[in-house]
């Protein structure tokens, strides 16, 4: 846990003139970060992700679009689960009609973290071609968002839903919260394909902390304090979230210095899918025996990943 950038250790080596020059090692590029803004009573997480969305994106050869939204629905998924304490999964699910009929990603409580989306690339081109930029609700028509807890088969399902709407995502978040939970959040978020193919994302998520009649040091409402923080959270900008260079203690020191900034210490993210031979052969199982004739070829049954893109062969006989 840390105060400011400052607390951090480099590596220091003598210029040439004599002055010790520190240096940093590169920040992981996929992991969440807690935050608070002590002064303002606000709680904070920022997510950084490089290299793992290359592992979920690349395996599918999505189009550049839905490669986004994937990238997009994992990095909300992220930020979402780490607001919360569980021993499960956490699951996001964007399902509707249009060209993107569904958007998944979860999160477990170690921090695997897999994503998934279903589309019709001539639907979706056809959307493109008239409109580069469309509405969450014309990609994912008649739509939802749903939130899902999951923590095993002896614990209740904790289950939030909310309407598709505004321009991404993001706003259909910032709705469920405002609407349902009655909690101050806002979310930017930047994602993004570099010229050399590969992928990143970053966004920060700031919530109010409840409170009961504490006052702030400085006698302002919480809600001067809550204005304040999402002006400074808008001046961050795409290229900030997404400069695989740029610390999170940097970045966060930039926008919130006056806030009274505490980190804690980060949580690795890493791709991880759950998929087992054993868990596909018990789906086949409840096939009636025409889906599993029509699912034979070539002598064999194949089942694809669809999180993972990874194949799976089975023994008719042995279903």
């Not at 930029?133 to 028509?141: C, G």
Request: proline residues 5%; glycine residues 6%.
């Amino acid at each position: 846990m840390t105060d400011t950038p400052d607390d951090k250790q480099g590596n220091e080596n003598p210029s040439a003139d004599g002055a010790e020059i520190v240096s940093f090692p590169l920040p992981d590029d996929s992991h969440v970060l807690t935050f608070d803004l002590e002064r303002a009573s606000l709680r904070g997480r920022i997510v950084r992700l490089g290299k793992v969305l290359d592992d979920m994106i690349i395996p599918h050869s999505y189009p550049d679009k839905v490669s986004s939204m994937v990238a997009e629905t994992a990095t909300l998924a992220i930020l979402l689960s780490s607001m919360l304490k569980y021993e499960g999964v956490f699951i996001l699910q964007a399902q509707g009609e249009g060209p993107v009929l569904r958007l998944v990603a979860d999160v477990t409580s170690s921090g695997d973290v897999r994503a998934t989306a279903g589309y019709d690339r001539a639907m979706l081109e056809k959307i493109l071609e008239e409109d580069p930029s469309p509405e969450i609700r014309r990609l994912v028509s008649n739509g939802y968002l749903a939130f899902t807890v999951d923590q095993g088969e002896y614990s209740e399902r904790y289950q939030g839903i909310v309407e598709l709407c505004g321009q991404g995502l993001t706003d259909s978040i910032h709705h469920y919260f405002a609407q349902s939970e009655q909690i101050g959040t806002a979310i930017k978020m930047a994602v993004a394909k570099g010229d050399d193919g590969s992928w990143r994302a970053g966004a920060i998520m700031l919530q109010h902390i409840p409170v009961s009649d504490l006052i702030p040091q400085d006698h302002k409402p919480v809600e001067d304090h809550w204005d304040r923080a999402r002006i400074l959270l808008e001046t961050c900008t795409n290229e900030e979230l997404l400069d695989a260079r740029l610390h999170d203690e940097t970045l966060l020191f930039r926008l919130f210095h006056e806030e009274g900034i505490r980190v804690y210490d980060p949580h690795k993210i890493q791709k991880g899918c759950r998929c087992t031979p054993e868990k596909l052969q018990s789906i086949l199982g409840l096939l009636s025996e025409d889906d599993k004739q029509h699912a034979i070829q070539d002598n064999k049954i194949v089942m694809t990943c669809e999180f993972c893109n990874k194949d799976f062969c089975f023994n008719p006989d042995e279903v």
